[in-house]
């Protein structure tokens, strides 16, 4: 049997930080001992609304779904997504040219990455940063140039990209995974101004769209740079509607890139099925209570665990949106290690800074997705290993 070398382009891949963790994870869960809790993932815990499996039942046995839907998607739901923009943040963008649809927001920034960026050319990235980011800007054989983001607030520091004249992309994401920190207008006025001196695109991941904490609203960059000139930004259905295994997103925004994103999409991906369409519609037009609903859930499991980790003594600032927290290790240790000892000696899995940049470093991040039962277990547990340690 012969052995094949992957091509250069997957070979260059940055080494998956995660894969490792969860083969660990795997194994200690399967030995005996307390329930492991796995907080170290962005893997929604709730349930899909009624109402949109409802609809996925109904659709798949339609026999008009079981053929090839065009690679465009279904003017439906592009029509879906510009209602929602327009409820949701005040944006009209234009389905037949402003909106593309993907299985997913990882594969509507991959696709905005590869349509975009030439070999060679920078990728501005936030550091610390969603690690799929630098996967993308590997596959497109661009270069990745890290812009900061600082506590307290997280904003990007473009005054450290000074020595960087030219780039193709410029990729930010709020509400920020992994900080929690939300955007203003004047993040988004900056981005823009910044990709017309370097001549990039600004691709924003708006994946966390509907997760603002204290009556916010998070802004929509399309919002900001209101004639779509630089600007594309990503959605998804994973997280508002916790539809994160049925592969639904979204791209809307500048209509030269959602040009380039499309050609590449017919090709890279062909198409997605009619059945997630239609559930995709009922979701985007349907009863937002849910939505609403959910947002409720994750600010009340923020503020236990933030009461939590602070009794303990943490030094942690209350996320104002995602579903994380993030927090900087107790007595300044080494992320890796502590998240190391604390899976095996406690049986709890957050994830370490580290592997969003190396702005990560002596951060973990704590994923509330998990039940009100299980997170004040683990906030339990994680007093017994800081008093032990
Ligand atoms: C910041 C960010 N962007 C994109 C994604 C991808 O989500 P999906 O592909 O399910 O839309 C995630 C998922 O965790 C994320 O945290």
Redesign the pocket.
């Known amino acids: 049997m012969a052995l094949f070398r992957p091509a250069a382009r997957v070979a260059a891949l940055p080494p998956n930080f995660w894969a490792g963790m969860d083969a660990e994870i795997r194994r200690l869960s399967a030995e005996p001992g307390a329930a492991f809790i796995d907080v170290s993932k962005?893997n929604p815990d709730r349930p899909t609304p009624e109402h949109i499996v409802a609809e996925m039942q109904r659709a798949v046995a339609d026999r008009g779904n079981h053929r090839y839907p065009s690679h465009l998607a279904r003017l439906s739901l592009r029509e879906a997504i510009a209602r929602r923009y327009r409820e949701d943040h005040g944006v009209d963008v234009d389905p037949d040219e402003q909106v593309a649809v993907y299985h997913?927001?990882?594969?509507a920034?991959m696709a905005a990455v590869l349509a975009l960026a030439d070999p060679g050319t920078a990728v501005v990235l936030p550091d610390p940063g969603?690690p799929?980011y630098t996967a993308a800007a590997s596959l497109a054989g661009a270069r990745t140039v890290p812009v900061p983001l600082d506590a307290p607030a997280y904003q990007p520091d473009f005054a450290a990209l000074d020595g960087v004249e030219q780039a193709s992309v410029l990729l930010l994401?709020y509400p920020n995974?992994p900080t929690g920190a939300l955007a203003d207008a004047a993040t988004f006025e900056a981005a823009v101004a910044w990709t017309e001196r370097a001549g990039a695109a600004f691709v924003h991941?708006f994946?966390?769209s509907s997760l603002g904490f204290d009556g916010r609203r998070p802004l929509s960059a399309l919002a900001v740079d209101a004639g779509f000139t630089r600007t594309v930004e990503?959605q998804?259905l994973?997280k508002t509607y916790s539809m994160?295994g049925w592969?639904v997103?979204f791209a809307a925004g500048n209509a030269s890139i959602i040009a380039a994103m499309r050609r590449y999409q017919t090709d890279a991906f062909s198409t997605l099925f009619g059945a997630s369409q239609e559930a995709a519609v009922a979701a985007l037009d349907g009863d937002q209570a849910g939505a609403r609903e959910l947002v409720a859930v994750y600010e009340r499991r923020r503020d236990s665990v933030v009461a939590g980790l602070r009794r303990l003594g943490w030094e942690v600032a209350a996320p104002q949106g995602t579903f994380f927290v993030w927090a900087r290790v107790p007595g300044g240790g080494d992320a890796l290690d502590f998240a190391r000892r604390l899976r095996e000696e406690q049986r709890v899995a957050v994830a370490p800074g580290d592997g969003f940049g190396s702005r990560g470093r002596g951060h973990l991040r704590i994923g509330l997705v998990a039940d009100d039962a299980a997170l004040h277990e683990l906030i339990e547990r994680l007093g017994a290993f800081t008093r032990r340690n």
């Open positions: 962005g997913g927001s990882h594969e920034i969603y799929m994401n995974n991941d994946a966390y990503a998804t994973s994160a592969r997103g």
